[in-house]
């Protein structure tokens, strides 16, 4: 068995310490705030962010980096996409340049665009780095419900390292060497999910939200193809299956944010009543400065932009995306130029 350090107990890190713990490993699980990992240590429960889930006595909760990843064989990256540089640049002084980093947080970096395997690679230049990926909620995950995700590298023997580490009979893990195709999905997924959501609030109906999906994975092909991803990729749990699960389900805050603000709530109301980080907004944001950087057609990102970020009204968005000019979908899909 494995010692893995976990930075980030939010929903997703404390559901991963869980599959990982009943796997055998010994988990060291970091909270930012003392007073958290204290609370944590003391209920075996993280009632904010997954209640219900209990902690195997496997786990341990600490405030310290250095005893999370001293002699740690695998170092988990869970914090919010918006901290991960600054979490890269704190927990380098304590890593070893052969500890493998594996990041399971979704997003680009606002500022930059970058994908976030690349912010760490800026922090850590050294060290090993994998992705992991797909259709989870966190949710899900932590009550044992048969969930399955993609890690990837260029690194083939961290890919089955990682694969025998995280697999059991209920979280199933494939490799992809696409590392930048797995990124860009688990990124701009939740910026459609935000869509679906608003086409919810708005109440427009299934039909609606199945344009926007089938429609919005060739706008996420079109610029991952462009950033030198495979387009078969997202076609894959990464790309169209994580999309599937989070536009359509009630876990997915993303989702319940869109709904908010399709209801009439400005994004302000909408952060202040979800009370959790709502990763889409900032990725709005960093997917259109990309798109417009690298002259790529995303009208739904663009329509999602003005909507969160200019005052656009939801249904006179919706109504310029049905009205734009005529095209064949053959076209579109085939070469991801339209």
């Known amino acids: 068995m494995k010692k893995v350090a976990v930075i980030g107990s939010g929903s997703w890190g404390t559901a991963v310490s869980v599959v990982l713990a009943t796997n055998g490993h010994s988990v060291y699980l970091w909270s930012y705030f003392k007073e958290e990992s204290e609370q ?62 594996l990041n399971i947080a979704k997003g680009l970096e606002t500022e930059t665009q970058l994908r976030l395997s690349k912010v760490i690679r800026q922090e850590i230049p050294e060290n090993p780095i994998a992705v992991m990926s797909g259709p989870s909620h966190a949710e899900e995950v932590g009550r044992f419900l048969p969930t399955t995700n993609v890690v990837a590298s260029e690194d083939e023997t961290l890919l089955t390292f990682i694969q025998d580490i995280f697999m059991n009979k209920v979280f199933r893990v494939y490799t992809n060497p696409d590392l930048i195709g797995v990124e860009v999905g688990g990124a701009l997924k939740i910026v459609i999910a935000l869509c679906a959501g608003i086409s919810d609030g708005c109440g427009f109906g299934d039909n609606t939200k199945a344009a926007l999906m089938t429609r919005g994975i060739t706008e996420i092909a079109r610029l991952g193809v462009a950033m030198g991803a495979s387009s078969t990729t997202f076609f894959g749990l990464t790309g169209i299956g994580d999309l599937i699960v989070t536009c359509t389900s009630m876990h997915s805050r993303n989702r319940r944010a869109g709904i908010l603000i399709g209801q009439g709530k400005s994004l302000e109301e909408t952060l202040a009543e979800v009370k959790m980080v709502v990763e889409g907004v900032k990725t709005t944001e960093a997917a259109y400065a990309l798109a417009k950087k690298m002259g790529i057609e995303m009208p739904i990102v663009e329509q999602m932009y003005a909507v969160l970020f200019e005052g656009h009204d939801p249904k006179t968005a919706a109504q310029e995306l049905m009205q734009r000019e005529k095209k064949s979908e053959y076209e579109t899909n085939l070469d991801f130029s339209s």
């Open 40 to 101: 944590l240590s003391k209920d075996r429960e993280n009632k904010a962010f997954l209640p219900g889930v209990i902690l195997p006595e496997n786990v341990t909760c600490t405030p310290s980096m250095e005893e999370a990843v001293s002699d740690a064989d695998l170092v988990v990256l869970a914090s919010p996409s918006h901290t991960v540089r600054n979490v890269a640049k704190n927990l380098a002084p304590y890593l070893k340049k052969e500890q493998p980093l």
